[in-house]
């Protein structure tokens, strides 16, 4: 069974500053790798989506690593500002087109 | 397109009736997916659909519940009867092929 983990839980940034976001995966049998942002009481938005031949993926301030063999994914966001506060979520597809999800590393970056 | 569509958006209910939840996916996607999200135990997979046939249904919890799609653009998700420990936020999720997955904005159900 595929089993992700996101650490830490939850960290308070000051503005400005960079976010390292870690997660990680027990197979390394996977076909992509998806991060998503949550607001409070809102559902899902995709921020970037690595496939597995891949390593990484950017999309303006966000930038996503892959490291399949290690079972590895970082998610960076430079120069963080207060509009990123909001718990984001790592996902991996595997299997039967089956996606495993992390619990989340619920950000808040103070002004 | 407008996304994935959910209604309810917010469901109360006693415990013993039924709930039904609704979803239509982003037009032209040819699977759709029904999660669950808890505090304690995250978002999980409950069932998923490839055009409008059932493939993967080992996360439904129990017989109580059940889902349908009775054709590309509408599914339901059924709890009869709901129980307290039912509540929790539940999303329908679609994506053409088995690529980038699209969620909706998910219908929070309370039972009491």
């Known amino acids: 069974k595929q089993e992700v983990t996101q650490i830490p839980a939850a960290l308070s940034v000051p503005e400005g500053e960079n976010l390292v976001l870690n997660c990680s995966f027990t197979d390394s049998a996977i076909y992509n790798l998806q991060w998503f942002r949550q607001d409070p009481g809102k559902g899902l938005t995709s921020l970037l989506l690595?496939?597995?031949?891949?390593r990484e993926q950017t999309s303006g301030r966000l930038n996503a690593s892959l490291d399949k063999s290690s079972g590895r994914s970082t998610l960076y966001i430079a120069a963080s500002q207060p509009g990123d506060s909001a718990t984001y979520l790592c996902?991996?597809?595997?299997?039967?087109?089956?996606?495993?999800f992390g619990k989340g590393n619920q950000v808040v970056v103070i002004p | 397109d407008a996304g994935v569509i959910q209604s309810p958006r917010h469901e109360v209910t006693e415990m013993g009736q039924e709930v039904t939840l609704r979803c239509k996916p982003i037009s032209g996607h040819d699977y759709l997916f029904w999660y669950r999200q808890t505090m304690m135990r995250g978002l999980e997979l409950l069932i998923y659909?490839?055009?409008?046939?059932?493939?993967?249904d080992s996360g439904m919890p129990e017989d109580r519940f059940s889902a349908k799609m009775p054709n590309a653009s509408f599914s339901t998700l059924k709890i009869q009867p709901s129980e307290p420990r039912d509540s929790a936020v539940y999303f329908c999720?679609?994506?053409?092929?088995?690529?980038?997955?699209?969620f909706g904005p998910g219908t929070r159900l309370t039972v009491t």
């Open positions: 659909f490839n055009n409008n046939v059932p493939i993967d």
């Open positions: 690595i496939q597995s031949s891949q």
């Open positions: 999720a679609s994506s053409l092929l088995i690529y980038e997955q699209y």
């Open positions: 996902a991996v597809l595997y299997g039967n087109n089956r996606l495993a």
